[in-house]
């Protein structure tokens, strides 16, 4: 299942139970199994969903439920909440200072990206002014350090390796006293991911750590590896001092779930996301934005960069002064529609919009969703002023829905499934009712509110 999907199965599951009338401990469970049920098809470790289901037990009491209270907001938050923990080990992982040489060392299996993260994580650091540099301590695959060697010319970046030389330890041990020597600060350490045997894959890389003494070990894992994550990510943990971990391939079909068991197999956190094969489809690693765009929450803080980063300064004011009124008319969205096409690349923020992420854009059909969006956009074209200012539900009758349709050339069940769109996030919408609105640079302070 893939992210997107958990997130949506999450939602769903939310909202049957808010729907309940009567929210007693059989609705709460029937709640929390299709939750699990969602989890495991994440390929979540068995037992980390099983104490995420006990804690939130704990946590959500059923009289408050029955008090009135926001259910769903409730539960939501406990699954936030639990959801983090998992994700957030409690300590940050060692972080190399520019200036100052630091040798960090790749592990993980052959195939994982290892190699191609290894260049990610250089590409990026040198952007922001390291000088890296990269060594190939993989003899045991043939043609490892050739694909070393073209992936760091590509990106300028310095590399020490050798053809002749069969023993790891000595190419690191030479690659990084070289280095030191050059002054370049971020040492980065390529391993084997693969040998006849594990417990030869294991010895090699307990050995190159010794020898090279690395500040950081991070381990590469590959999104889809499924329920193995766990135990995989523990068995590099038992050899070397994994501090930090690279998820790869999260822009394939990736059962994200492996995520979360390798930070609880390595206590180390997720620091860096490889979203593609390219040098630059790389993305740091922030717990909470991560989260609430799983659960369908939207990444409010990157929303109100974007909102500030695009929206022209002078409207800026009146719309969020609009949305903290909570009245989100057809014409609010037909303004937002405008601004998500002018934003783009319209995957990355259509997911940090509240609302906007699973239904409306699925990922990997953005095109779809720019042609839906257009639509929309052309049968709003047809409204009128009072159509599209007004917040009355009850003002769409049948004649004013075959007239927009008729006026966009579309059929009358178009025109439903953009107004039940323009329901949905009004819906959504609406919680933005009485915010406080943000200045630049207040960003955290928001998003801190809409994850409490
Ligand atoms: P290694 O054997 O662990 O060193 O793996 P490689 O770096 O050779 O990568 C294996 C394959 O995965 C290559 O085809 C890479 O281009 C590809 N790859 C690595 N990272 C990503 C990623 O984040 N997304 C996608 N789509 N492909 C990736």
Request: with cysteine; glycine share 6%.
């Given at each position: 299942m893939v992210l997107q999907q958990l997130g949506g199965s999450i939602t769903r599951a939310l909202q049957q ?17 299709e939750i699990?049920r969602a989890l495991l098809q994440s390929d979540v ?31 939501q ?6 959801l ?139 999104s889809s590896?499924g ?20 998820i790869?391939k999260m822009d394939g079909h990736a059962k994200g779930g492996g995520a ?13 996301i490889g979203t593609g094969?390219?040098?630059?489809e790389?993305e ?5 934005p991560f989260v609430s765009r799983l659960l369908g929450m939207g990444d409010w803080?990157g929303f109100?960069?974007k ?26 969205m037909?303004?937002q529609f405008?601004n998500i096409l002018k934003m783009g690349p319209i995957g990355q923020v259509f997911s940090m919009l509240p609302g906007f992420s699973a239904e409306l854009m699925p990922k990997g059909r953005e095109k779809e969703s720019q042609a839906k969006i257009k639509r929309y956009m052309?049968m ?33 069940r178009d025109?439903m499934e953009m107004l039940e769109e323009y329901k949905r996030l009004a819906k959504i919408w ?23």
């Open positions: 139970m808010s729907n309940a009338t009567i929210i007693d401990e059989k609705v709460l469970n029937e709640c929390l199994n699990t470790q068995f037992k980390l969903v099983r104490d995420m289901q006990t804690n939130i037990k704990k946590i959500v009491n059923l009289d408050d439920l029955a008090a009135g209270h926001n259910k769903r907001n409730i539960i938050k406990a699954i936030f909440n639990e983090c923990k998992i994700l957030d080990p409690g300590k940050p992982a060692f972080a190399p200072k520019k200036g100052k040489p630091s040798v960090v060392m790749f592990v993980g299996l052959q195939g994982s990206g290892k190699t191609t993260t290894c260049t990610k994580y250089a590409f990026y650091h040198q952007k922001k002014g390291w000088k890296p540099a990269l060594v190939c301590a993989d003899t045991f695959r043939a043609g490892a350090f050739d694909q070393l060697k073209q992936n760091a010319t590509k990106a300028k970046i310095p590399f020490y390796g050798s053809y002749m030389e069969s023993d790891p330890v000595k190419i690191a041990e030479e690659g990084v006293e070289r280095f030191k020597k050059e002054n370049c600060d971020l040492i980065i350490v390529d391993t084997s991911g693969r040998h006849k045997q594990e417990a030869a894959l294991f010895e090699e890389m307990r050995q190159v750590s010794e020898a090279t003494k690395p500040d950081l070990v991070i381990f590469v894992m590959d590896i329920q193995a994550a766990f135990d995989q990510a523990q068995a590099f943990k038992q050899s070397v001092a994994v501090g930090a971990v690279i790869t979360l068991s390798a930070v609880a197999a390595t206590k180390s956190p997720v620091i860096f094969e390219h040098m630059d790389f740091v690693f922030d717990v909470k803080s109100m960069d909102i500030h980063e695009v929206v022209p300064m002078d409207q800026q004011p009146e719309l969020l002064q609009k949305l903290s009124e909570g009245n989100f008319t057809m014409r609010i037909y303004e405008q052309y709003m074209d047809s409204m009128t002023n009072e159509e599209l200012d007004s917040t009355n539900p009850k003002l769409m009758n049948e004649s004013r829905i075959m007239r927009i349709a008729r006026g966009s050339g579309r059929q009358v025109v609406s919680k933005m009712k009485g915010l406080k609105i943000p200045k630049k640079g207040e960003m955290s302070a928001l998003s801190r509110n809409m994850n409490a």
